[in-house]
């Protein structure tokens, strides 16, 4: 569960902390992180992410 703590840190950290990070980083960069960082469906149910569901317009 490491990997997985790790990733579900890592977007808060980068706006937190990097907030220029991805007008920064090349297009392969920003692929390469978005692939490491997302958290798989099995990684949030493990994690016990709530699942939202999306609003209806109003």
């Known amino acids: 569960m ?6 579900y840190n890592m ?5 937190d902390s990097h907030p220029n990070w991805e ?4 297009k392969e ?3 390469s992180m978005d692939s ?3 958290l798989t ?6 994690l016990g992410v709530p699942v ?3 609003k209806e317009p109003s």
């Open 41 to 46: 469906p099995d990684e949030e149910h493990r």
């Open 29 to 31: 960069t920003r692929a």
């Open 52 to 54: 939202t569901q999306p």
């Open 2 to 7: 490491g990997d997985t703590h790790w990733k």
């Open 36 to 38: 490491k960082i997302t």
């Open 11 to 15: 977007a808060a950290h980068l706006v």
């Open 23 to 26: 007008l920064t980083a090349s």
